[in-house]
């Protein structure tokens, strides 16, 4: 069964920083390319950032020069690297594949960017 477990969010002030991190099932991320989505309150689910088997990056450009995508196939674990944080990047922040598989939806880390 596949499972994909996010986490490392949190409360952040405007400027800071979050790592979070991604666990996948060995089954999918041996053969996919993984993405980072985000779902803000009354709107809709977007593409945040994916990386492909290798390594090649592509950003939303919403948080282009302030996120950095990256995998560790070893750990079968992809990470965000969030910088610069602001207001409008406060969302849960989900993996998947890339594209998405709806069954692959797990239950996302919530950033909240306030002071």
């Known amino acids: 069964q596949v499972q994909l477990v996010e986490s490392g969010g949190g409360l952040v002030q405007p400027g800071g920083s979050l790592r979070l991190s991604c666990a996948a099932s060995g089954s999918i991320f041996s053969i996919n390319a993984m993405g980072w989505y985000r779902q803000a309150p009354g709107k809709q689910r977007e593409l945040v950032a994916y990386i492909t088997n290798g390594g090649s990056t592509n950003y939303a450009d919403s948080v282009k020069g302030r996120f950095s995508i990256s995998r560790e196939n070893a750990k079968n674990t992809v990470y965000l690297q969030m910088n610069s944080l602001k207001p409008e990047d406060t969302a849960v922040y989900y993996c998947?594949?890339?594209?998405?598989?709806?069954?692959?939806w797990g239950q996302g880390t919530q950033v909240t960017v306030s002071s």
């Open positions: 998947n594949t890339y594209p998405y598989y709806w069954d692959y």
